[in-house]
T-cell receptor, first 114, second 112 residues
Framework: DAGVIQSPRHEVTEMGQEVTLRCKPISGHDYLFWYRQTMMRGLELLIYFNNNVPIDDSGMPEDRFSAKMPNASFSTLKIQPSEPRDSAVYFC????????????FGEGSWLTVV | GDSVTQMEGPVTLSEEAFLTINCTYTATGYPSLFWYVQYPGEGLQLLLKATKADDKGSNKGFEATYRKETTSFHLEKGSVQVSDSAVYFC???????????FGQGTRLTINP
């Protein structure tokens, strides 16, 4: 079974540009999560969806960040405009919503904003 | 709120040494507990988990026991290998919630 698939794996962009990160969750999973990992702050949950509906976006840093899940097999995280402090690894993860079920992570999108 | 505290790294050991990475948690109720591992340049992979008190999770020679009385989930391995070099994250999932709460991670380096 394919795991969580993210793209791009690596992106280098200039400050002010729009960045779109993409995620395909594991088929049959009804929860999807976006995490950000930095040296300073570790792993932070940005937002998560249940059945394509955003449930908790309290971790989204500011209005420059937005996330959508138009269907059960696709989600995007968009940063517009990007800033150097957005440089981080962004992980998408998914799970089947039963207590104790494992949350599976993608390999991450490594973003550098210069 | 829920939180996870891991021993600070980095941890450096010689091959075949015994490993312990401490993890304690604060949570209401009875969370599920997890250890994830992140190898260089890769994403997080589940290493092992336990969903109730006294459960022992094990995988690849690693093990951890869910200790409710001490609110701990320490990771152990009897004989580490160079290939175990990675960052290890302890995490909890509260009952009724879907958000993993992570510790800060412990970087482990194993020297030949």
């Amino acid at each position: 079974d394919a795991g969580v698939i993210q793209s791009p794996r690596h992106e280098v962009t200039e400050m002010g540009q729009e960045v779109t990160l993409r995620c395909k969750p594991i088929s049959g999973h009804d929860y999807l999560f976006w995490y950000r990992q930095t040296m300073m702050r570790g792993l932070e949950l940005l937002i998560y969806f249940n059945n394509n509906v955003p449930i908790d976006d309290s971790g989204m840093p500011e209005d420059r960040f937005s996330a959508k899940m138009p269907n059960a097999s696709f989600s995007t995280l968009k940063i517009q405009p990007s800033e150097p402090r957005d440089s981080a690894v962004y992980f998408c993860a998914s799970s089947r919503g039963t207590h104790g079920n494992t949350i599976y992570f993608g390999e991450g999108s490594w973003l550098t904003v210069v | 709120g829920d939180s996870v505290t891991q021993m600070e790294g980095p941890v450096t050991l010689s091959e075949e040494a015994f490993l312990t990475i401490n993890c304690t948690y604060t949570a209401t109720g009875y969370p599920s507990l997890f250890w994830y591992v992140q190898y260089p340049g890769e994403g997080l992979q589940l290493l092992l988990k336990a969903t109730k008190a006294d459960d022992k999770g094990s995988n690849k020679g690693f093990e951890a026991t869910y200790r409710k009385e001490t609110t701990s989930f320490h990771l152990e391995k009897g004989s580490v290998q160079v290939s175990d070099s990675a960052v290890y994250f302890c995490a909890l999932l509260s009952r009724g919630a879907q958000k993993l709460v992570f510790g800060q991670g412990t970087r482990l380096t194993i020297n030949p």
